[in-house]
């Protein structure tokens, strides 16, 4: 793709108000936006992340109650729940089994390592695995964006009903962020100029 076309893709991006009810993603477009999030880099590996597409109109109706009211949450074509793990020492073990299966090594061979990372984990806060939980994100609003899907990454909420909705705490997740994605509707927020810093103002190369 031609740097421009990315560019301009991202200066059409907005964080979209208001969905077109109607007009839905297609699944093929849908998996792309997933598999990109999935394709996206964890430190240590550990991946602490998982996706949940809500299409039961029932559940949304109680997330747009637990999100302020907001009509994304119903209008959107889809909404993804980006969740991550809460319990950071079993995602170490998970990590260095599915490590050796698909790089065919031995579990012993990875000892060494699995040990170092449930060391480093012992001390590292969950605010770390809900931080990672955002890299996914900002990849799948850019590959929305370059699709040409609207988007919205969303924070208002309240954490603690969304998990209570979905049954989260009992799989050792919690919610992170929500992404609404489809199409802009009639949105007043499309017609204003982007904000942004300049380009020098929040890029500075150091020789």
């Known amino acids: 793709m031609e740097k421009e076309k990315i560019i301009e893709a991202l200066k059409r991006r907005y964080a979209v108000k208001t969905f077109e009810k109607t007009k839905k993603v297609s699944d093929g477009d849908l998996k792309t936006i997933l598999e990109s999030g999935r394709l996206a880099p964890s430190s240590l590996g550990i991946e602490p992340w998982k996706f949940f597409v809500v299409e039961n109109e029932e559940l949304r109706l109680k997330l747009r ?12 074509s889809h909404i993804i729940v980006i969740t991550y793990r809460t319990d950071g020492k079993q995602l170490v073990s998970e990590t260095i089994e599915r490590t050796a299966k698909i790089r065919n090594q031995k579990i012993e061979e990875l000892e060494p390592i699995k040990t170092r990372y449930e060391s480093m984990m012992e001390s590292i806060p969950k605010l770390w695995l809900k931080a990672q939980s955002y890299i996914p994100l900002g990849i799948m609003v850019e590959t929305a964006s370059l699709l040409g ?13 969304v998990d209570e909705i979905l049954g989260l705490s ?8 929500i992404l609404a994605i489809g199409y802009r509707g009639d949105d007043s927020y499309a017609k204003l100029a982007k904000v942004r810093k300049s380009y020098d103002e929040v890029v500075e190369i150091i020789k």
Request: hydrophobic share 35%; charged share 20%.
């Open 65 to 76: 109650a637990a999100s302020h009211d907001q009509t994304k949450v119903t209008d959107a």
């Open 149 to 161: 899907i609207d988007n919205c990454p969303m924070e208002g909420f309240d954490a603690t009903q």
């Open 170 to 177: 009992k799989q050792n997740l919690s919610v992170a962020t």
